[in-house]
């Protein structure tokens, strides 16, 4: 962005958040799987800023903790003296050239194209305010314009007459301003209001009577000023996200069962002509190809899905690659390093970790698969276990392609299996079978003549 070398950007994060009932501080309660404070640091980011402030409240230290970001200066707000009273606790690193951005940890969908539109607004004569009008604008503070329509001030709604509570022009709180400015009037504040507080608001009177412009601009929507402060607000605003984000995969291709039921925690990414069923949930960085079928009830993270897979229901896919053509579950569980090559059928009640499954094998019921390398052609009979750990340490255990376990087998890693060996049913694998060869552990089948049940004592 242009100027952005010339950008601060304070975000107050000090509010107690008191109607969260939380021990957790309210800016760090998740939005689509991330901190409500991270929402406003990414969409800030992106304004490419010289300078980023965080201003933090007395105890939010886990804000500070929870948020690791070493490009980040952290100010601390000790009482809480109201929002002027914040901005003034970050403004010494600031250079007085500099423009100023301020922004609400608690307004977490403020977008980059309202915030760039704002910042263009600000020069040496003009400030920047960002405003909405609302149907109920009760609770906010009103934005009191002249009668050629230029703003004069803004009053708190507990300040405000009763003509000027008919105002439906809000303030949002977000603003730029010069800094040098910002700084003069921070310091001529006054707490003589109903609150006690040092409102920020008031340095929009003093910006009109030192000749100052205030510029208005507005959002695209509502909701990206819509402030969070109770959990009923917060999963409001969740379905509103949550719809923008079923909104916009169904413009690439994708088919919703119910739009209002499935859930984006972080980036997916989608192909054309996918279907997906009600309740999956996507976290982190998920890719999916074309034609590709999702059932009910999955939870995908940080996987990527090639096109033509089928996922029945209740699965759960994380840290792994489904290659094409594969049919998973239902109720299969990929752990991450699951890496399956294509044409794979993973059935029920099988776990896969860590393990590399190759070109067309099928493991269908029943089964774990940890730490092995399996070739292409490979059936795994049901109940087959890969003992991978012996209490200490973990250990791979090598498949070749074409090889065949039976039902109940336990393969010892480290341990082969050769290609296109045959392992039979019941067998505890301790040594590598060779390969093309029919390799069991053979126990002579044996009846105890006149064995009785032990029965309870009574």
């Known amino acids: 962005m242009s100027g952005s070398s010339h950008l601060s950007i304070v975000i107050l994060a000090a509010g107690q958040g008191s109607r969260m009932k939380s021990a957790l501080a309210k800016v760090l309660h998740p939005l689509a799987g991330k901190p409500l404070l991270q929402h406003v640091l990414d969409s800030a980011r992106c304004l490419s800023p010289k300078e980023l402030i965080v201003v933090y409240g007395h105890g939010g230290e886990q804000v500070r903790d929870a948020i690791d970001d070493k490009a980040i200066t952290w100010a601390e707000q000790k009482q809480q003296k109201g929002t002027g009273h914040a901005v003034q606790q970050a403004m010494s690193t600031i250079a007085d050239d500099r423009s100023v951005l301020i922004l609400y940890a608690d307004v977490p969908l403020i977008s980059e194209t309202t915030l760039a539109g704002l910042i263009k607004q600000v020069n040496e004569t003009q400030m920047a305010l960002l405003t909405v009008h609302l149907e109920n604008p009760a609770g906010y503070g009103r934005i009191v314009r002249d009668v050629h329509g230029l703003v004069q001030s803004i009053v708190e709604e507990k300040d405000a007459s009763d003509e000027q509570r008919k105002i439906t022009e809000i303030n949002t709180g977000i603003l730029a301003v010069k800094a040098n400015k910002l700084k003069q009037w921070l310091s001529k504040l ?21 000749g ?21 607000e ?34 997916l990414s989608v192909g054309r002509d996918i279907f997906i069923d009600t309740n999956v949930i996507f976290v982190g960085e998920v890719s999916i190809g074309d034609n590709v079928t999702i059932g009910a009830n999955c939870v995908i993270i940080n996987s990527v899905i090639e096109a033509g897979v089928e996922i029945l229901p209740m699965c759960v896919v994380e840290n792994a690659t489904i290659g094409k053509d594969s049919r998973v579950g239902p ?28 070109l067309g094998s099928k493991v269908n019921h029943l089964t774990y698969i940890g730490d092995t390398d399996m070739g292409g052609g490979v059936n795994i009979g049901a109940g087959t276990i890969t003992a991978n750990y012996d209490g200490a340490n973990k250990h791979r255990t090598t498949i070749e392609d074409r090889a065949s376990t039976g039902s109940n087998s336990v393969l010892v890693a480290p341990i082969k299996v050769g290609r296109g060996a045959t392992i039979g049913a019941g067998t505890v694998l301790r040594k590598d079978a060779p390969a093309e060869e029919l390799t069991l552990t053979a126990l002579k089948q044996k009846t105890i003549e006149g064995w009785k049940r032990p029965t309870k004592k009574r």
Not at 225 to 231: A, H, K, L
């Open 212 to 232: 100052m412009e205030v510029i208005t601009t507005h959002p695209a929507t509502v909701e990206e000023v819509m402030g969070i402060n109770s959990r009923a």
């Open 234 to 267: 917060l999963a409001q605003m969740e379905r509103y996200y949550q719809r923008q984000m079923a909104a916009a995969i169904m413009a690439e291709g994708v088919s919703l069962a119910d739009p209002g039921r499935i859930d984006i925690r972080g980036r």
């Open 190 to 210: 006054k707490n003589n209001n109903a609150q006690g507080e040092y409102y920020l608001t008031d340095i929009i009177a003093m910006a009109v009577s030192d």
């Open 331 to 358: 109720f299969s569980r990929l752990r991450p390093g699951a890496n399956l090559s294509g044409d794979n059928h993973i059935g029920n009640f099988v776990e896969i970790k860590n393990s590399n499954i190759g």
